[in-house]
């Protein structure tokens, strides 16, 4: 059975920035969104490249009917007075809770506020190990790529990405032949 996960913004633009927007099509997941983080997405290339993924089937975007939006616009006002989670995000927790999903976010207050409503929550780190997991990229370019991702979020948990990062290059220097 594949894996469903709901993405909020900060996955895809950092999937984006880094050039692993493929990969992440490729691990297998049945990967979900919602027209909220599509709206958030104000570069039209960035929101174009995420929806040709929408065109070709690999993603679906939900849409609210009348009665769901009632409920999520409660849960938003709610919120609102005990942190400071957008609709976007509120959007993709309501999503994932509601389809038992695993939650995809670089977004330390919705993580947390998530995790206090038992929604499974992992972020772009977690991506990148199942990527490499999946070897749906060599090492190197993946070590490459994460390296990038370190100095363009300062957001990401330094001392987790550094030691995910050091790991890898050790497996790397593993997995080369010894001079003669």
Request: hydrophobic share 40%.
């Amino acid at each position: 059975m594949q894996t469903l996960v709901v993405s909020d913004t900060s996955i895809f633009i950092d999937l984006l920035e880094i050039g692993l927007l493929s990969s992440f099509f490729e691990i297998g997941w049945e990967i979900h969104t919602t027209d909220f983080v599509i709206q958030e997405l104000t570069d039209k290339d960035e929101r174009e490249r995420v929806l040709m993924y929408q065109r070709s089937g690999l993603l679906t975007i939900k849409v609210f009917s009348g009665e769901e939006m009632l409920e999520l616009l409660k849960m938003f006002q709610e919120y609102q007075t005990q942190s400071n989670l957008s609709i976007q995000d509120c959007s993709v927790m309501y999503y994932a809770k509601n389809c038992s999903a695993l939650l995809l976010t670089g977004d330390a207050q919705l993580r947390k506020k998530a995790t206090l409503d038992n929604i499974e929550v992992r972020g772009i780190i977690y991506v990148l190990d199942v990527i490499k997991d999946r070897g749906l990229l060599p090492i190197s370019e993946l070590i490459e790529k994460a390296e990038k991702l370190n100095l363009l979020n300062p957001r990401l948990p330094k001392n987790e990405m550094h030691s995910r990062i050091s790991q890898w290059k050790t497996e790397l220097n593993e997995d080369l032949p010894m001079e003669e």
